[in-house]
């Protein structure tokens, strides 16, 4: 049977029937279209089964449309323009300046999304006011309704809805139905309508024990999902190959979740896989196929094998055992040689590389004080305290500087990893606690890191902990914390996927586990979610408390 003829119109304002009703002639037009956009000035990407509308003014810097993705009749879209799978622009939309989409995002027509903004200052006309875009970021599964108009800097997070008509003027996080002018956030998408929300902490403490009560009753399954039967080994999750690190998070999920060990193995069996993993000469532990690791310049080398320091010994130490062989990596420092490579450190731009440097030396340290040796070479441990306390910038307590491109957010997580490692785990007191509040709750307003959609694990833990820690030496704003954890915590508990566990979250490099439930992303938020309830005295509720590597007392100094 032929297929029926159409005007070439139709599919213009009604693309979604493009695919299935166009004639081969109209097939051929739309290919000749989209070829003169790939030929244009700009840096045009264009997926699998996309439409772009002859009528549409399509005049980008930069255009990248996801499989699937239209533009149809008398859009305007200008600048850079880059959306995931199964986006559409429908006809009369405007989308100028940086816009992000993500997968599914659905754009009514008459909309306007704008993604820059002119100055307002009164020594210039309008038209001469200078042009600054901080760009739109919408999420995954997102329905604009028609008529909508987004500001400049907006975030729009996951499964979010904006009825028609609506001005969004503030970031709206992942699951809000939100309408008027400006929006506002009316109710949970996942609410049924009428539904009463929780509120004040009786509420939010009967939500931290249901959460509580469904995790422990899906924790077998999660663990059950990252278990590979073929090589007896753990991924963070299906379709990933196993990592040393899997087995370490498995360990931790079983114990904050059912008090055990994960169901696969023994106990013994547990402990005698990771005591083997362990390199004798080393004491350092590389990843599963990885060549034995040689020592860094101070002891402890980059990569896998120094995080493997903390995560191998505190998942032996939950099993009740220890390292098989001292770190000797670490306990042949000498002080010289340590507190040179302190001062080598990229403190300056990767601050978090050298917090993450520290955390694992003093850990490895740690764990040789435990075996019942030493730690290092003598004077080595008191002269790392000794530089960090010389070497943390009273105006911001931290060790590091802001950079251009991300802000605080290095010498922030750059901040945990070191004192995890150092002060909290001997049990000492931070320098400078009430300027690390200080600086931590101005990095945690940055909407670079902190809008809706955009939180990850790593960064909401690296500014909890702090904020935890610090308030075990001052009360200095302690409300303003409060305030951001049960903000946080709301969030956080709402992101449980049933049997599956917690994602990781969005990164801005791309690197990391994402957005895909598994077991890095699942140990990091029940430590979180344990910080953030803990801030607001309600932690007791969820019945289990962190004791590995976010364990929330310093570790014993004697023999394991």
């Known amino acids: 049977m032929n297929q029926p003829s159409h005007d070439a119109g139709l599919f213009d304002h009604?693309?979604?029937?493009?695919?299935?009703?166009?004639?081969?002639?109209?097939?051929?037009?739309?290919?000749?279209?989209?070829?003169?956009?790939?030929?244009?000035?700009?840096?045009?990407?264009?997926?699998?089964?996309?439409?772009?509308?002859?009528?549409?003014?399509?005049?980008?810097?930069?255009?990248?449309?996801?499989?699937?993705?239209?533009?149809?009749?008398?859009?305007?879209?200008?600048?850079?323009?880059?959306?995931?799978?199964?986006?559409?622009?429908?006809?009369?939309?405007?989308?100028?300046?940086?816009?992000?989409?993500?997968?599914?995002?659905?754009?009514?027509?008459?909309?306007?999304?704008?993604?820059?903004?002119?100055?307002?200052?009164?020594?210039?006309?309008?038209?001469?006011?200078?042009?600054?875009?901080?760009?739109?970021?919408?999420?995954?599964?997102?329905?604009?309704?028609?008529?909508?108009?987004?500001?400049?800097?907006?975030?729009?997070?996951?499964?979010?809805?904006?009825?028609?008509?609506?001005?969004?003027?503030?970031?709206?996080?992942?699951?809000?139905?939100?309408?008027?002018?400006?929006?506002?956030?009316?109710?949970?998408?996942?609410?049924?309508?009428?539904?009463?929300?929780?509120?004040?902490?009786?509420?939010?403490?009967?939500?931290l024990r249901a959460f509580a009560g469904t995790a422990r009753a899906q924790a077998t399954e999660l663990l059950d999902r990252s278990w590979r039967p073929d090589t007896g080994r753990y991924a963070d999750r299906p379709g990933t190959e196993p990592t040393v690190r899997a087995h370490c998070d498995a360990v931790e999920v079983a114990d904050l979740l059912l008090g055990d060990v994960p169901p696969h193995l023994p106990a013994p069996g547990h402990v005698e896989r990771l005591r083997a993993l362990q390199d004798p000469a080393t004491g350092l532990v590389p990843e599963y196929g990885a060549p034995a690791p040689l020592p860094g310049p101070a002891g402890v080398p980059d990569g896998d094998p120094a995080y493997h320091v903390l995560c191998v010994g505190y998942a032996l130490d939950l099993l009740g055992s220890s390292f098989a062989h001292p770190v000797h990596a670490v306990r042949t420092t000498t002080a010289d040689r340590l507190v040179r490579h302190l001062g080598e450190l990229p403190w300056t731009d990767r601050a978090w590389h050298a917090g993450a440097w520290v955390d694992s030396w003093a850990t490895a340290a740690h764990w040789n004080l435990r075996a019942g040796g030493e730690a290092a070479a003598p004077g080595a441990l008191e002269a790392l305290f000794g530089w960090l306390h010389t070497h943390a910038d009273p105006w911001t307590g931290m060790w590091g500087s802001p950079t251009r491109e991300a802000g605080r957010l290095q010498m922030v997580n750059g901040h945990y990893r070191l004192t995890?490692?150092?002060?909290?785990?001997?049990?000492?007191?931070?320098?400078?606690?009430?300027?690390?509040?200080?600086?931590?709750?101005?990095?945690?307003?940055?909407?670079?890191?902190?809008?809706?959609?955009?939180?990850?694990?790593?960064?909401?833990?690296?500014?909890?902990?702090?904020?935890?820690?610090?308030?075990?030496?001052?009360?200095?704003?302690?409300?303003?914390?409060?305030?951001?954890?049960?903000?946080?915590?709301?969030?956080?508990?709402?992101?449980?996927?049933?049997?599956?566990?917690?994602?990781?979250?969005?990164?801005?490099?791309?690197?990391?586990?994402?957005?895909?439930?598994?077991?890095?992303?699942?140990?990091?938020w029940l430590a979180i979610i344990w910080l953030l309830a803990d801030v607001l005295g309600l932690a007791d509720v969820l019945g289990y408390r962190p004791r590995g590597i976010h364990r929330t007392e310093p570790a014993p100094a004697g023999k394991a």
């Open 14 to 207: 009604c693309p979604w029937l493009f695919a299935g009703q166009a004639s081969e002639e109209q097939r051929a037009a739309q290919e000749q279209r989209q070829k003169r956009l790939l030929a244009g000035p700009g840096e045009v990407r264009l997926g699998e089964g996309c439409f772009v509308a002859e009528t549409a003014a399509v005049h980008p810097d930069v255009l990248h449309l996801g499989d699937r993705s239209y533009i149809a009749a008398h859009a305007y879209v200008t600048d850079a323009i880059r959306t995931g799978a199964d986006c559409t622009v429908n006809p009369f939309t405007v989308v100028r300046g940086t816009v992000t989409l993500g997968d599914g995002v659905r754009i009514g027509a008459h909309s306007s999304l704008l993604g820059f903004n002119h100055g307002s200052a009164p020594d210039l006309p309008v038209h001469q006011q200078p042009v600054t875009s901080r760009g739109i970021t919408v999420g995954d599964d997102v329905w604009i309704g028609s008529h909508v108009v987004v500001v400049d800097g907006v975030t729009i997070g996951d499964h979010c809805v904006i009825g028609a008509g609506a001005v969004v003027t503030k970031d709206l996080p992942a699951w809000s139905v939100a309408a008027g002018n400006p929006a506002r956030r009316l109710r949970d998408r996942r609410e049924p309508r009428g539904a009463k929300r929780p509120a004040g902490p009786d509420a939010l403490a009967e939500e």
């Open 420 to 524: 995890r490692g150092s002060f909290a785990q001997f049990g000492l007191p931070v320098p400078y606690a009430e300027r690390v509040i200080d600086t931590v709750l101005d990095h945690a307003r940055d909407p670079r890191h902190f809008a809706p959609g955009r939180e990850n694990a790593c960064n909401v833990l690296d500014v909890i902990h702090p904020l935890w820690l610090c308030a075990r030496q001052t009360a200095h704003r302690r409300e303003e914390a409060r305030s951001w954890a049960a903000n946080q915590l709301t969030a956080a508990l709402r992101r449980w996927h049933p049997g599956q566990g917690f994602g990781f979250g969005p990164t801005s490099d791309g690197t990391g586990p994402g957005r895909e439930p598994g077991l890095q992303g699942t140990e990091m």
